[in-house]
């Protein structure tokens, strides 16, 4: 399917989300742990704390989706590296390399986006070289929560805390002979550090919540305490005006009255420094460029 530029109204896209600057957090300590992204040549690209709105959330009857603090948590927990261009992707639905096509508005410049691996899969370039402490993985994948319609992000774990290689980001096509775009300020990529050997120290186990009775009270209370709301719920409507709902897990309490010694309802992740200063969003650029789909040197 060929992409037409004077056209563009049948191409699926998510919302745009202009990158903010980050505000003030507390100055880190001298032996903080440190994640540096090593520059590789002038970008406009942006690595900014990943914040918790999306599109979808906000669609939702009375933004209820942001009554669930599991969600907002794993909104928050990374960095969002963000895309400086529009990016429209189009796949014919064949393996080769040449049966994706890209097109990119915006910065004619700094192509990101490149068929490589073929199989619908389109690899976006990171102008980083990162670097973790000594025994962290960097996990890559796509933003949390914050689907694009038409594509997935595919996951990787890397040791950057030894590789000299950068690395890229990857999505799936999804649908052959659609267009689907990668807009400007979308975040194509979300990083996370990770410490290695930390899931395999963990020794899993399943057991009967009759072995632990102070567990099985407490989760008891919980569960009546759910159906009752529930059957109330159900039996008076709830004042739209009025935001109804369970807070015990949000505000870090169970139904018995015991507080979380150690609640979060809310990350603040540290900007990385270094950067220049956000300039304004100032929307497309006129010029529009094939990119090259040879594979990198």
């Known amino acids: 399917m060929t992409i037409d530029s004077n056209n563009l109204s049948h191409i699926l896209h998510a919302p745009t989300n202009i990158p903010q600057e980050s505000p003030p957090t507390a100055p880190a300590p001298a032996d903080a742990p440190k994640l540096i992204a090593y520059r590789l040549y002038n970008t406009r690209m942006r690595i900014v704390p990943a914040h918790p ?4 959330m906000d669609d939702t009857s009375q933004g209820f989706a942001y009554r669930c603090l599991p969600l907002l948590i794993a909104n928050q927990s ?21 049966d994706l096509e890209i097109e990119t508005y915006g910065d004619a410049g700094e192509h990101i986006a490149v068929s490589h691996f073929g199989h619908g899969i389109v690899t976006f370039h990171l102008p980083f070289l990162f670097r973790t402490p000594p025994g962290y993985n960097l996990i890559v994948r796509g933003p949390t929560n914050w689907p694009l319609e038409g594509a997935v992000a595919l996951d990787g774990m890397v040791e950057t805390d030894w590789s000299v290689a950068t690395f890229t980001m990857n999505w799936k096509i999804l649908r052959p002979k659609t267009v689907v775009r990668f807009p ?102 006129i010029s529009v460029g094939k990119v090259d789909t040879s594979p990198p040197v």
């Not at 709105?53 to 979808?56: G, N, S, T, V």
């Not at 990374?78 to 040449?98: E, H, I, M, Q, R």
């Open 78 to 98: 990374g960095w969002f590296v963000y895309s400086n261009t529009v990016v429209d992707v189009s796949w014919n639905g064949g393996s080769l390399a040449t």
């Open 53 to 56: 709105p999306r599109q979808w």
């Open 184 to 285: 400007q300020n979308y975040p194509i990529c979300m990083i996370l550090p990770h410490q290695r050997g930390e899931l395999e120290s963990f020794a899993p186990e399943v057991r009967d919540i009759a072995t632990d009775p102070e567990l099985r009270k407490a989760y008891n209370e919980w569960s009546e305490s759910r159906r009752s709301f529930l059957v109330d719920l159900k039996a008076t409507p709830p004042d739209p005006t009025k935001n109804v709902w369970q807070k015990h897990y949000f505000q870090g309490k169970s139904p018995g009255g015991a507080r979380a010694t150690d609640h979060q309802t809310k990350l603040e992740l540290r900007p990385f420094a270094g950067q220049p200063a956000l300039a304004a969003a100032k929307g497309l650029n």
